[in-house]
């Protein structure tokens, strides 16, 4: 999901790429919610950039502080449910990120309940 994300800010934003590719970047789910929704994107959803829903950010959360653990603390048992939540959570982001580079038939292989939030959130804003 981080990768993806520098992808679509170089895609993008090309003056950012060299600062996103080089840098330490913030964490993902701050880049999602609160930068991705100000990038010039070749996509859009409802007309809008959006961030992935709530629902989604916070599974992403959830993934990242697991990969922490796992990677600073050692080997930890997950759960199968929890390991594909998480990675149904990376799939949804990183179909959304495709849309906003300029594919929007990656959004048909967003889960329809992501989708469904998305268009709430289009609503909403």
């Known amino acids: ?9 170089g895609d993008s934003a ?4 060299w600062l996103i590719e080089h ?15 100000t990038l010039p994107v070749k996509g859009r ?7 992935p829903p709530p629902e989604i950010l916070e599974t992403l959360k959830k993934g990242v502080s ?12 997950l759960s199968p449910e929890t390991v594909e939540e998480v990675l149904f959570a ?8 495709d849309c906003y580079r300029g594919f ?5 292989h967003v889960r329809p ?8 959130l289009a609503l909403k804003s």
Do not use: F
């Open 14 to 17: 090309p003056d950012a790429r």
């Open 90 to 97: 990376v799939r949804d982001t990183l179909w959304i990120l």
């Open 66 to 77: 697991l990969r922490n653990k796992i990677a600073h603390l050692g080997v930890k048992k």
């Open 23 to 37: 840098l330490p970047s913030p964490p993902l789910i701050e880049m999602l919610r609160d930068y991705l929704p």
């Open 104 to 108: 929007p038939w990656a959004l048909e």
């Open 113 to 120: 309940q992501t989708r469904e939030h998305l268009e709430k």
């Open 45 to 51: 959803i409802c007309g809008q950039v959006l961030p």
């Open 1 to 9: 999901a981080e990768s993806s994300l520098k992808v679509c800010v």
